[in-house]
Nanobody
Framework: EVRLEESGGGLVQPGGSLNLSCQAS????????MSWVRQATGNAFEWVSS????????KYGDSVKGRFTMSADNAKNMLFLQMNALKTEDTATYFC????????????????????WGRGTQVTVSS
C-alpha cells in the first residue's frame, strides 16, 4: 500500500527548531519528485521545498530559504525537513507529498486530489 506518514511536529517558541520526518512506503520516494507543502488554518496550500528524482539538491520557497533544509535518506525511504529560526508565520500543518511544485500550482486549489499525500503534522510557533 502506498503511504506517506509525517512526524515531528509540535509547539516551539519563535527562533526555535524542529525536524520533521516523512516515512514513505509502497514506492521508492527517490524515484520521484517529492515535496513538503504546508497549509495554515484558513489559507491555501503553500509550497515549501522539493527534491527532484536522482538529485541531491533541494529547492525552497522564498519564505523559508536559508532557514529550512530538506534532505532524504534513500536507504530508509525517508525524507526530512529541518526547520530553524522558526517564525510565527510558519505555523501550519506540514504535509509530505509525491507532487512537484509545478503540479501543486497546476492543481490549485485541490492538490490533495493528485499524487500521494500524508495526513500532515502540526507545527505551532508561539511564545
Amino acid at each position: 500500500e502506498v503511504r506517506l506518514e509525517e512526524s515531528g511536529g509540535g509547539l516551539v517558541q519563535p527562533g526555535g527548531s524542529l525536524n520533521l520526518s516523512c516515512q514513505a512506503s509502497g514506492f521508492n520516494a527517490s524515484s520521484y519528485t517529492m515535496s513538503w507543502v504546508r497549509q495554515a488554518t484558513g489559507n491555501a496550500f503553500e509550497w515549501v521545498s522539493s527534491i527532484d528524482s536522482g538529485s541531491n539538491f533541494a529547492k525552497y520557497g522564498d519564505s523559508v530559504k536559508g532557514r529550512f533544509t530538506m534532505s532524504a535518506d534513500n536507504a530508509k525511504n525517508m525524507l526530512f525537513l529541518q526547520m530553524n529560526a522558526l517564525k510565527t508565520e510558519d505555523t501550519a500543518t506540514y504535509f509530505c507529498a509525491k507532487i512537484s511544485k509545478e503540479e501543486l500550482w497546476k492543481y490549485h486549489p485541490i492538490p490533495q486530489r493528485f499524487g500521494y499525500w500524508g495526513r500532515g503534522t502540526q507545527v505551532t510557533v508561539s511564545s
